[in-house]
């Protein structure tokens, strides 16, 4: 009790509010005073509430396809028109040019390399290029930065014999697979069709037996 006495007594604010009761040793606050305390949020606070508005205002709206009730129907928007070769095809005019007259860029894979080479539409080599020429050695010859560099280089200078679309086949596994046709749009051609060629053997030859642990 005369410990919350003298408590009482170093604050004289406190003192005026309350009144100590030393024989029951009850503190109680005086009816004529109170003590008012204001709640203040931070800047911070306030900081992360206007980024989260500003990053819902920002957010795109609800996918409406999700619902069920608003789903478009795929196969009445005629997206794969043209898509696959017609009889009509090879007689089809591209730039002014039939498709059949379209040079064909052929490009090998192989984990190891990658050869482009630029034929016309009868199959005569009009240029060649690979990795290795390209200057890369060893192992960088096999990757997909390569085949990048090497078709587009293969690409420009296509670009100054006159040649402006290309068709594109690819044969073999590798890493320069799809970097090879990106490096071909990258040096300036335009891609009419691209054709995967990779032979697929039906009868390959038996496995090696599993080693036994």
Do not use: Y
């Not at 040793?25 to 931070?42: E, F, M, P, Q, W």
């Not at 005019?93 to 059949?100: D, V």
């Not at 009868?203 to 090696?208: A, G, I, K, S, Y």
């Amino acid at each position: 009790m005369l410990k919350s006495a003298l408590s009482v007594l170093k604050f004289p604010l406190l003192a005026d509010r309350m009144c100590v009761d030393l024989k029951s040793g009850v503190r109680k606050l005086n009816s004529s005073s109170t003590i008012a305390r204001t709640l203040h949020s931070t800047a911070s606070c306030q900081k992360l509430n206007d980024d989260r508005k500003n990053m819902m205002s920002i957010l795109p709206a609800k996918d409406q396809g999700t619902d069920g009730e608003k789903i478009i129907n795929i196969d009445s928007l005629n997206i794969v028109e043209d898509m696959f070769p017609t009889p009509e095809t090879p007689n089809k005019l591209f730039n002014g040019i039939p498709f059949k007259d379209i040079p064909i860029c052929n490009v090998k894979v192989s984990p190891n390399n990658t050869i482009i080479c630029l034929t016309d539409s009868q199959g005569n080599v009009k240029m060649l290029h690979s990795c290795g020429r390209e200057g890369f050695k060893n192992t960088r010859k096999g990757t997909n930065i390569a085949a990048q560099a090497t078709a587009i280089s293969l690409g420009s200078r296509a670009i100054g014999e006159g040649i402006k679309s290309v068709r594109v086949k690819i044969s073999g596994l590798g890493p320069g697979r799809m970097s090879a046709v990106k490096g071909l749009q990258m040096g300036g051609l335009n891609i009419i069709s691209i054709t995967d060629a990779t032979p697929v053997s039906w009868n390959p030859p038996r496995p090696r037996k599993p080693k036994r642990l």
